[in-house]
T-cell receptor
Framework: SQQGEEDPQALSIQEGENATMNCSYK?????LQWYRQNSGRGLVHLIL?????REKHSGRLRVTLDTSKKSSSLLITASRAADTASYFC?????????????FGSGTRLLVRP | DAGVIQSPRHEVTEMGQEVTLRCKPI?????LFWYRQTMMRGLELLIY????????DSGMPEDRFSAKMPNASFSTLKIQPSEPRDSAVYFC????????????FGPGTRLTVL
């Protein structure tokens, strides 16, 4: 099964509202990353949070990490129609020296104008 | 930098034909990843190279799939013979291994096998 699982699978909000997406994972990690995928495009890296960090901000993005619960959340504040995309969390595995990432199944976000 | 380049962007072929997907990673990156994305299975890692050497091909579904990286600036993913269930979007991504392993994705190749 996937290392990271996002919740919810789909989210529909009004422009201007905040969007919160959650990710749970199973093993220990060095870091957790969030990616965005617009329809028909490749994934784009948004933000990386290390295992010793609890919160990180980047513009309208806020990411939290709770290693005790093996979970992370991505908050997009003041959402815009252009934020409509799928969002994926990705985790590495310190036991795996290959540095490969395992991606979750994603949350499809729809921001209605 | 042009980013990760993939070709072709779209490929339509008939069952049994050979398909070759191509990828040029970002210059200076020494790790390259091939992924497959479908609605049913999501994003799957097929194979990973580091310094042109295949490190982990456990995600390659069958012997029909093969990947090569003859040099630091080029990789291919080959499917021979192709089957309808291979229809998917195939992504190539690259990263600089020793840094935080942010991966940079190409635009993908949408493969349709009839």
């Amino acid at each position: 099964s996937q290392q990271g699982e996002e919740d919810p699978q789909a989210l529909s909000i009004q422009e201007g509202e905040n969007a919160t997406m959650n990710c749970s994972y199973k093993t220990s990690i060095n870091n957790l990353q969030w990616y965005r995928q617009n329809s028909g495009r490749g994934l784009v890296h948004l933000i990386l949070i290390r295992s010793n960090e609890r919160e990180k901000h980047s513009g309208r993005l806020r990411v939290t990490l709770d290693t005790s619960k093996k979970s992370s959340s991505l908050l997009i504040t003041a959402s815009r129609a252009a934020d409509t995309a799928s969002y994926f969390c990705a985790t590495d595995n310190p036991m795996d020296s290959s540095y490969k990432l395992i991606f979750g199944s994603g949350t499809r976000l729809l921001v209605r104008p | 930098d042009a980013g990760v380049i993939q070709s072709p962007r779209h490929e339509v072929t008939e069952m049994g034909q050979e398909v070759t997907l191509r990828c040029k990673p970002i210059s200076g990156h020494n790790s390259l990843f091939w992924y497959r994305q479908t609605m049913m299975r999501g994003l799957e890692l097929l194979i990973y190279f580091n310094n042109n050497v295949p490190i982990d091909d456990s995600g390659m579904p069958e012997d029909r799939f093969s990947a090569k990286m003859p040099n630091a600036s080029f990789s291919t993913l080959k499917i021979q013979p192709s089957e309808p269930r291979d229809s998917a979007v195939y992504f190539c991504a690259s990263s600089f291994r020793l840094a935080d392993n942010e991966q940079f994705f190409g635009p993908g190749t949408r493969l349709t096998v009839l």
